[in-house]
């Protein structure tokens, strides 16, 4: 299975996501890190700042990763995203429609969206997505009301039903996604097991992306 998601991993299976929370660092310092470590498609995400100060912080982190061939998705900001012009945009629930998105962002730009169980990974099986996020996985402590943990059993039915590369996301780790990536995910999207440990990202993100 080829798509603009797939190229953009290439041949790697982690996507990690940037969280000024976890980590303590801005989303430069973040790029400049995962990138470093040998991340190529990074998520932008942003739950704290406006929106005028999130754009502000990854216009900086998007020109270091253009250095460095690295492509960047924003999280929920199909806005910022336009007004960047990244590499596309993450979607939630909530969000902007992936069909309005797609009108404003055009048919090169790789779109995501996230869904927490089977009938909206069904639904999202009918838009016109590059990925879908499933998840959570396990328990996560990443958002402040996190759906409920899906396992790797239900994983495995949400692959079945959607027909695009599939993102599992939510509590993975290092020790487990080997697990996560065996039940059939295309990749594994992790925040906090690269930001928990001080001063550790870049080795950590090294560890996934070995593992994976």
Same mark, same amino acid.
């Given at each position: 299975?080829? =798509?603009?998601?797939?190229?953009? %991993?290439?041949?790697? *299976? ?11 660092? =801005?989303?430069?310092?973040?790029? =400049? &890190? ?6 190529t ?7 704290? %700042? =406006? ?7 990854a ?13 960047i ?9 336009? +007004?960047?012009?990244a ?5 939630? &629930?909530?969000?902007?429609? @992936?069909? !309005? ?6 048919p090169?730009?790789?779109i ?8 909206? !990974?069904? *639904? ?8 879908? !996020?499933?998840? @959570? ?8 009301? @996190? ?6 059993d239900?994983? &495995? ?11 599992a ?11 996560v990536?065996? +039940?059939?995910?295309?990749? $594994?999207? $992790? ?5 928990? %440990?001080?001063? &550790? ?11 994976t």
């Open positions: 299975m080829i =798509s603009r998601f797939l190229n953009a %991993l290439a041949g790697t *299976r982690l996507y990690p996501i940037t969280d000024r929370r976890p980590s303590g660092l =801005s989303h430069l310092e973040q790029v =400049s &890190q995962l990138s470093e470590a040998g991340a498609l990074i998520q932008l995400r942003e739950k704290l %700042l =406006s929106p005028l100060e999130f754009y502000r912080e216009e900086p982190a998007l020109r270091v990763a253009r250095t460095r061939g690295v492509k998705i924003v999280n929920d900001r199909v806005d910022i995203a336009l +007004a960047l012009k590499d596309g945009v993450h979607l939630g &629930q909530d969000d902007v429609p @992936p069909e !309005a998105a797609r009108r404003l962002l055009g090169n730009a790789i995501g969206y996230s869904a927490h169980n089977l009938e909206q !990974a069904r *639904r999202a099986a009918k838009m016109p997505l590059d990925y879908v !996020a499933i998840g @959570p996985i396990f328990e996560t402590s990443t958002k402040e009301n @996190p759906d409920s943990a899906i396992g790797l239900g994983l &495995q039915v949400a692959i079945q039903e959607v027909g695009l590369p599939v993102v996301i939510g509590g993975i780790t290092l020790a487990n996604s080997l697990d990536l065996a +039940a059939g995910s295309h990749a $594994v999207a $992790v925040i906090k097991d690269i930001w928990i %440990l001080p001063g &550790q990202a870049m080795t950590q993100t090294r560890r996934l992306l070995h593992n």
